[in-house]
């Protein structure tokens, strides 16, 4: 029986000392229990199993789990253990190194992110005219807070509040009787910063003016000056006038651009100061190297509070010759003493001075001073509007190595003299054509200084006039109102009657204030035409306006793109929005006349048959299929075509000079991205 059992054990066994396992498990069927203690003793000292030696040295040299270090390194020698993990070193270190490279590579091909300044549209507030919050019948800095939810109604990111200095309200407040301070009728400094903070939180962003030429003749620089106090005496510019009978003469002709001289007598200094707007705004003295000081200082003022960027205003004004010489009369037959109004004389001596332009550079340099923290790009703009001279209006771009302002506003489309495709599409081009390589454009459809859309042009163009302004490359600008079509007030004893107060709704005063009255008469047609109704109805000015921002927003093309005019005439301008590498091509087909039909086939071969209208001035018709042979256009219709195209209008070459882009990029769709070596 003991034979038996020994010949049951998988190996040899040693009574007293055993031998090691070896990581081999002992049969099951061997119990202790079972073997008895004697028949143990009469087993031989050794049992050997009939085992081929091969066999077992193969099992004893194979890894196991828990093996000691020795074990480890004798196997970890071996030539398939050592050369496996040598490979699976040199692959990490490759695949980091391309990681690495296609990182690189990436930050260097991608184009340049667009700013906060171009990404969003700029909605321009008059503050006496948005929202009362006191009941005195003005609005103020509380009245914009409370509203601010309206902006973020619109997709807009960023607010360009005009002057709100403290001021005696003499040109509504241009002229500033204090830079560092916030007039009483909109509200504190604390206000200030209450809706500073409000706006940030939202994640928007706020511009708000700065008239650096003149000051209100209330300012303590101006009582100081006229006494010949110290710095001050020459912070303003003086002359002697000439005095005959009771009467003072001006030492030249220069006229102010309210009409009549540009110069008044002061009682206090027995001098005449120089003033090119109204008596009550002398213009400061900028060949004064403190006065230019007193600018910068208020700068950082204002950046230092925290608002992100500033626009400038009456730039063109800061400087005049100092020879003083008769400005050229327009009509060179006309009597000179007869001249009073600004549009008589040419403007040589008084506007846009050698030595402007580094003023205004010196104003974005001391900006650049606070826009060095990632994300707080400090904006500057320039009004610049220089109707007759557009080469004057571009060279506030600055050049290619001294930044200037990153934009001065367009007012092209507003200044047009009358509507059509023809006039749109020379106002667009005239931009376009002019502006140096590189730059940003911007558009401007309404502003405090000009009629409203309804009024100007017509209620049924305000629609397509939106449209066009959305869907242009750069920064559209849209002045409070204009994005629920409100009207001038049809008044004749209005003076502002483009500054009427913002239509919220249909109760009294139109949600404006809860006074007894407002600052201005509000607009009889408040219980149609107001936000809290155009909410509500799916084809209104308002909704349009919104879902006209969010396709800026999101699509590439139309933020971003190239844009190509395809056909202009009397009644339509047409142009496409496109991106490198994107087969989808927006079309935008805008009527200014009359009804039209045009076969946009036979202009652009290349064209699909049929085109998606994906939005419409009126909104039945956007999802629709469009023959693109007959695309019929009502007057002041307007269309945004989608199609798939393999040949994108601005590689033909019959539309080459046709085709303009600001910020090239470049899709990848394999890659989901954007780059710029197209």
């Known amino acids: 029986m003991v034979e038996e059992e020994a010949k049951s054990l998988p190996m040899e066994l040693s009574e007293k000392g055993g031998v090691d396992n070896n990581g081999f498990v002992q049969n099951e069927a061997f119990d202790d229990k079972e073997t008895d203690t004697s028949s143990q003793e009469e087993m031989p000292k050794t049992c050997i199993v009939d085992a081929d030696p091969a066999a077992t040295e193969e099992l004893v040299l194979k890894p196991y789990a828990g093996m000691p270090k020795e074990v480890l390194l004798k196997f970890s020698s071996q030539a398939r253990y050592r050369v496996t993990r040598e490979i699976l070193f040199w692959l990490i270190i490759i695949a980091a190194v391309v990681l690495v490279c296609a990182t690189i590579a990436i930050v260097a091909l991608s184009p340049k992110c667009l700013d906060w300044w171009q990404a969003s549209p700029i909605y321009q507030i008059y503050p006496r005219s948005f929202k009362d919050s006191n009941m005195d019948g003005n609005g103020d800095l509380k009245g914009i807070q409370e509203k601010l939810d309206h902006i973020t109604y619109l997709n807009i990111k960023t607010i360009w509040i005009t002057s709100f200095y403290k001021s005696p309200l003499k040109d509504l407040g241009y002229g500033a009787e204090d830079f560092y301070d916030i007039d009483p009728m909109f509200g504190s400094m604390s206000d200030f910063e209450n809706l500073l903070a409000a706006i940030h939180d939202r994640g928007l962003k706020v511009i708000m003016d700065l008239i650096p030429n003149h000051t209100s003749d209330k300012h303590r620089w101006f009582q100081l000056s006229r006494n010949r106090t110290g710095k001050y005496t020459d912070y303003y510019i003086w002359q002697d006038c000439a005095q005959a009978a009771g009467s003072v003469a001006p030492p030249n002709n220069w006229v102010s651009v309210f009409g009549?001289?540009?110069?008044?007598?002061?009682?206090?200094?027995?001098?005449?100061?120089?003033?090119?707007?109204?008596?009550?705004?002398?213009?400061l003295n900028f060949r004064n190297l403190a006065v230019q000081q007193e600018i910068h200082d208020i700068i950082k003022f204002w950046l230092g509070k925290g608002i992100d960027g500033f626009s400038f205003s009456a730039v063109k004004f800061l400087l005049e010759a100092t020879h003083l010489r008769d400005e050229p009369q327009v009509n060179k037959s006309q009597n000179p003493e007869s001249i009073t109004a600004y549009s008589q004389l040419y403007h040589d001596y008084t506007t846009t001075q050698v030595g402007m332009h580094d003023i205004i550079r010196s104003f974005r340099q001391t900006m650049n001073q606070f826009s060095s923290e990632p994300g707080r790009y400090r904006f500057m703009g320039s009004d610049g509007d220089e109707k007759e001279n557009i080469d004057a209006t571009m060279m506030y771009y600055g050049t290619t190595f001294v930044q200037e302002a990153d934009f001065p506003f367009n007012f092209n489309l507003i200044n047009m003299k009358n509507l059509s495709g023809n006039s749109v599409f020379e106002a667009v081009n005239l931009w376009m054509k002019n502006m140096p390589a590189g730059k940003w454009p911007n558009w401007a459809v309404g502003s405090p200084n000009a009629a409203r859309i309804s009024s100007?042009?017509?209620?049924e163009y305000v629609n397509v006039i939106n449209m066009l302004l959305l869907t242009l490359p750069g920064t559209p600008v849209t002045y409070y109102g204009e994005e629920i079509g409100m009207e001038n007030i049809a008044s004749e004893n209005v003076t502002f009657p483009e500054k009427s107060p913002m239509q919220w709704d249909g109760k009294v005063n139109a949600g404006f204030t809860e006074g007894n009255s407002s600052w201005l008469p509000v607009n009889s047609d408040y219980q149609s035409v107001n936000v809290e109704m155009q909410m509500t109805w799916s084809n209104s000015t308002l909704n349009l306006?919104?879902?006209?921002?969010?396709?800026?927003?999101?699509?590439?093309?139309?933020?971003?793109?190239?844009?190509?005019?395809?056909?202009?005439?009397?009644?339509?301008?047409?142009?496409?929005?496109?991106?490198?590498?994107?087969?989808?091509?927006?079309?935008?087909?805008?009527?200014?006349?009359?009804?039209?039909?045009?076969?946009?086939?036979?202009?652009?071969?290349?064209?699909?048959?049929?085109?998606?209208?994906r939005l419409s001035t009126n909104f039945s018709n956007a999802g629709k299929a469009v023959n693109t042979k007959v695309i019929k256009t009502e007057m002041g219709e307007g269309l945004v075509l989608e199609y798939k195209t393999a040949k994108p209008v601005h590689t033909m070459e019959a539309f080459q000079g046709n085709c303009f882009v600001a910020e090239k990029a470049c899709y990848s769709s394999a890659f989901n991205l954007l780059y710029v070596n197209c």
């Open 260 to 283: 009549n001289s540009s110069w008044q007598f002061d009682d206090v200094r027995k001098q005449c100061y120089f003033h090119q707007f109204g008596k009550e705004q002398p213009d």
């Open 456 to 459: 100007r042009i017509g209620k």
């Open 545 to 613: 306006y919104r879902e006209l921002t969010s396709l800026r927003n999101n699509e590439l093309p139309i933020h971003r793109g190239w844009m190509c005019y395809v056909w202009n005439d009397s009644n339509v301008f047409v142009y496409v929005r496109e991106l490198d590498g994107l087969d989808r091509v927006f079309m935008m087909v805008l009527n200014f006349g009359q009804e039209s039909t045009i076969d946009l086939k036979a202009i652009v071969p290349s064209l699909p048959s049929e085109a998606v209208i």
